[in-house]
């Protein structure tokens, strides 16, 4: 089993910077992709950023330009830097990573960080 614990979310004024860190534990497999999602309040959770094993990253076009995912493949930890926050910004932050053992995918979640983006 895979456990994800992430840190780092807190609350900041807008356009502020925080640093988001997962870092893996347990029978950790070759992860492939590693990443973060959110979910604001009534909202569904939905995909912020991605990092595949090889590096090729993938943003969602509301943080593009703002918010960098880096991953260290030996700690199998992802980082999540995040600038220029916006009120929108606002939601529970989860990491997230899957493996694949044979033709079976196996998906693991963090347990969430909230982060606020508030005067």
């Known amino acids: 089993q895979v456990q994800l614990v992430e840190s780092g979310g807190g609350l900041v004024q807008p356009g502020g910077s925080l640093r988001l860190s997962c870092v893996t534990s347990?029978?950790?497999?070759?992860?492939?992709?590693m990443g973060w999602y959110r979910q604001a309040p009534g909202k569904q959770r939905e995909l912020v950023a991605t990092?595949?094993?090889?590096?090729?990253?993938n943003y969602a076009d509301s943080v593009k330009g703002r918010f960098t995912i880096s991953r260290d493949n030996a700690k199998n930890t992802v980082n999540l830097q995040m600038n220029s926050l916006k009120p929108e910004d606002t939601a529970v932050y989860y990491c997230?990573?899957?493996?694949?053992?044979?033709?079976?995918?196996?998906?693991?979640w963090g347990q969430g960080t909230q982060v606020t983006v508030s005067s």
């Open positions: 347990g029978s950790v497999l070759s992860l492939n992709v």
């Open positions: 990092v595949t094993s090889g590096g090729n990253t």
């Open positions: 997230y990573a899957d493996a694949w053992v044979g033709v079976k995918k196996y998906i693991y």
